[in-house]
């Protein structure tokens, strides 16, 4: 168990849809990233909070925007849902410098967009 | 633009045998590296990393190599056991830059008992 929850853990919506999903971090861990695995395709970047601030954006749609609250736990808000945002989505966590922690992934949600 | 490549999508390897899995990088700012694994309907986990000041760190039956000359490391697994077959990513960070991960698109493994 990695420590970092994510819900839910499967989400089938139709296109044009909005949706959020969740994910808590380790406790301690102040970082939050969200990465994108579509299918054969390895995790791509989107996003990253550190202590409620934006640190650093990837290839993240318009469509797409995150946030961090004040109790850590980060939302992924997906919107103006295509057929191709249809993907495994990852929250992961850190304490901070990638060399000193490594990050700790959820288990995803599997989002099926009909 | 695939910043690190992982150019084999599968390997089969007998039990007991090595294991070695590929990885290439094409931006010489990366100065750490990663290995996850991972397995169905399971986030990755940490396995393995080392700081482009090295060449090679071990950690039990996992090695990890890495030339910065040709932008390539690998990962040796001996022996190889049924249970590490999973998906492996390797990754790349520049540690003074946006600190994210840049990820392969993995390589499963499949370790014949």
């Known amino acids: 168990d990695s420590g970092v929850t994510q819900t839910p853990k499967h989400l089938i919506t139709a296109t044009g849809q909005r949706v959020t999903l969740r994910c808590s971090p380790r406790?301690?861990?102040?970082?939050v990233y969200w990465y994108q695995q579509s299918l054969d395709q390895g995790l791509q970047f989107l996003i990253q909070y550190y202590n409620g601030e934006e640190r650093a954006k990837g290839n993240i749609l318009e469509r797409f925007s995150a946030q961090q609250f004040p109790d850590l736990h980060s939302e992924l808000n997906l919107s103006s849902l295509e057929l191709g945002d249809s993907a495994l989505y990852f929250c992961a966590s850190s304490v901070g410098q990638l060399s000193r922690s490594p990050l700790h992934f959820g288990n995803g949600t599997r989002l099926t967009v009909t | 633009d695939q910043q690190v490549k992982q150019n084999s999508p599968s390997l089969s390897v007998q039990e007991g045998r090595i294991s070695i899995l590929n990885c290439d990088y094409t931006?010489?700012?990366?100065?750490?590296f990663l290995w996850y694994k991972k397995y169905p309907a399971e986030g990755p986990t940490f396995l393995i990393s080392i700081s482009s000041i090295k060449d090679k760190n071990e950690d039990g039956r996992f090695t990890v190599f890495l030339n910065k000359s040709a932008k390539h490391l690998s990962l040796h697994i001996v022996p190889s056991q049924p249970g590490d077959s999973a998906v492996y990513f390797c990754a790349a960070v520049v540690q003074t830059g946006a600190n994210n991960l840049f990820f392969g698109t993995g390589t499963r493994l499949t370790v014949i008992p």
């Open positions: 406790s301690g861990d102040l970082s």
């Open positions: 931006n010489s700012m990366f100065d750490y």
